[in-house]
Nanobody, 126 residues
Framework: VQLAESGGGLVQAGGPLRLSCAAS????????MGWFRQNLGKDREFVAA????????YYADSVKGRFTISRDNDKNTVHLQMNSLKPEDTAVYYC????????????????????WGQGTQVTVSS
């Protein structure tokens, strides 16, 4: 599967932004999906994950209550709705995919994901 993120940009603190990830290839419904972010010199940080079926989602504590992950299996896309953005949310955001044997599985570490997009920059100004 190939992944392509979009929707990044510059936003003021407190504002919203919606990221999208388009997946090409077959069997998108077989993949659990996740979002990560990274700043220069730092490790890639888990943000949110969603299972194949969308029944299960999981968030990093730093974004819980502000970000929402969702997917549309008919359109092979996954979204990250980000609200109440803070300057510390500034990072390059990456979409990731991993084959999941069951519908409710999700993954929260970068090493568990086998497929990555190229990233989209999100900058939150104070």
């Amino acid at each position: 599967v190939q992944l392509a993120e979009s929707g990044g940009g510059l936003v003021q603190a407190g504002g919203p932004l919606r990221l999208s990830c388009a997946a090409s290839g077959r069997h998108f419904m077989s993949f659990a999906m996740g979002w990560f972010r990274q700043n220069l010199g730092k490790d890639r940080e888990f943000v949110a994950a969603i299972s194949r079926s969308s029944r299960t989602t999981y968030y990093a504590d730093s974004v819980k209550g502000r970000f929402t992950i969702s997917r549309d299996n008919d359109k092979n896309t996954v979204h990250l709705q980000m609200n109440s953005l803070k300057p510390e949310d500034t990072a390059v955001y990456y979409c990731a995919a991993n084959l999941a044997p069951t519908g409710n599985l999700y993954y929260t570490t970068a090493v568990e994901y086998g497929y990555w997009g190229q990233g989209t920059q999100v900058t939150v100004s104070s």
